[in-house]
């Protein structure tokens, strides 16, 4: 009689089959090593599907976390003084939408004329880890300082600036800066400099042009 092969994936199997049998004898052998195996192939499809469950668990929460954080930073946006919405965003482990409620309060804090107020969200901001964000609270809180006629503060934070895309911005609030202590020559060449960093188009320049023409 012409012996038949199957063949498996899972050398185990393959190994406890292969030898040259009917059909019939394989399929007996096939069923007496699903009996022996069956409990540990059970529990690797349960662990296989744990993780895929645990992981969509895992996405399911952090979407949930992210709205609630939007829905606390919407709800400072409206009403600077919910100071439980303010709590809720500072226990968020990114602290993305916080920083930014941080930001959104500075600045109700300057319309409102409380300078101190919108240095104190602005300083710690000035060393977050997301550049863009530190660097946007360098630039507001030189300009709050200049408002408090605090100069050398404002210098001492438009002093580092290691990326070029806000090089521009940085010099208009050190020629504004170095303007206001008197220095002429120091705020003409800062402001100068802006007009070599900026597209034509820029509408800081039109502002720049009035603060220069102001120095001629």
Avoid: C
């Amino acid at each position: 009689m012409k012996k038949q092969y199957i063949i498996l994936k899972d050398e185990k199997m393959k190994n406890f089959i292969e030898v040259g049998k009917t059909e019939e004898e394989q399929a007996e052998q096939i069923k007496k090593w699903l009996k022996n195996n069956l409990p540990y192939i059970i529990v690797g499809i349960a662990l296989g599907l744990s993780g895929i469950w645990g992981f969509d668990y895992y996405q399911t929460q952090q979407y949930k976390k992210a709205i609630q954080a939007r829905d606390n930073y919407l709800a400072i946006v409206v009403n600077a003084n919910n100071t439980e919405a303010l709590a809720a965003l500072k226990q968020d482990e990114n602290g993305t939408y916080a920083q930014q409620a941080e930001l959104v309060l500075a600045q109700k804090a300057v319309v409102k004329g409380d300078y101190q107020g919108a240095i104190a969200y602005l300083l710690p901001l000035t060393k977050s880890k997301d550049e863009f964000l530190m660097h946007n609270a360098k630039l507001r809180a030189a300009a709050v300082y200049l408002e408090l006629k605090k100069l050398d503060e404002a210098l001492a934070l438009l002093d580092d600036n290691s990326n070029a895309a806000f090089g521009a911005l940085y010099d208009n609030i050190k020629g504004d800066v170095y303007f206001a202590k008197g220095d002429f020559d120091a705020a003409k060449k800062h402001y100068q400099s802006v007009f070599a960093q900026l597209p034509k188009e820029s509408k800081l320049l039109n502002l720049v042009q009035i603060k220069l023409s102001d120095l001629d």
